[in-house]
């Protein structure tokens, strides 16, 4: 009796542990900083080693899947995001969670133990704090802000090198001094929220890759 009651709860075990993690809640890291402060790159890497330390991170760039919704054929975005980008200006936040949503379920649905996230450029003022918790409060678990501190200066000097092989339309010196104000006025203070929030883990950004990842990696370990 108490074999076959072993026996059978055995069996079962897999598949309780399958639906678990079915039903994991999307886990997510926003990822801020300044234009060029190396987001993107510092992303790249937590990815790239992911396999090793098992941190397992999917690295999604609320630029970079505006910047794609945009080259879209047929999509109905196309040139309101093309504006509001070249100005320097944040995208209505409907259409960036939109994104991200459909981002994080897709790779969810390849993948049922993909559940953690890297979300690069996000959110980057109040429309955009106050969308995501009102659409996805409960639906996904903000653990930390990893933020990268770095000076306008470094910033504008490295988004103007990456300027001439990107092809972005946006960094160049007009767009750049739009976007470090929007920076500063928007997206700073959220930074400032998480903080009284004692979410925030602050990275000094403005030294090189390798020094910046090891700071990234003792946070990574720390935070598991
Ligand atoms: P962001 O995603 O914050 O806009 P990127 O990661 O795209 O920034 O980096 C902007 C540019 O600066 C890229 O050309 C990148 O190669 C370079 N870069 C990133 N981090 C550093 C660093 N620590 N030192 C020097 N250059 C960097
Ligand atoms: P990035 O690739 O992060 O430098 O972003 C480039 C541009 O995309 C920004 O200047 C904005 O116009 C737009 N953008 C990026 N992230 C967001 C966001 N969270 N909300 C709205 N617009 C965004």
Redo the contacts with the bound molecule.
Sequence with gaps: MIFRLLSSLSAKVPSIVYRAALIMKPQVVFVLGG??AG??TQCAKIVEVGDVDNYSYTHL????L??AERNREGSEFGQL?DS??K???????E??IKLLRKAMEETMQIDEKKFRFLI??????ED?FKGWTSVMDGKADVKFVLFFDCSNEVCIDRCLERGKSSG?S?DNRE?LRK?IQ?FLQSTRPIVSLYEKQGKVHTVDASRSVDEVFADVKAILDKEG
């Design positions: 234009p060029g987001k993107g760039s609320a630029g970079d505006l910047r995001i509001y980008i100005e320097g200006n944040i995208v209505p936040v259409i960036t690069d450029g996000f959110p980057r003022n955009n972005r946006d767009s976007r929007t």
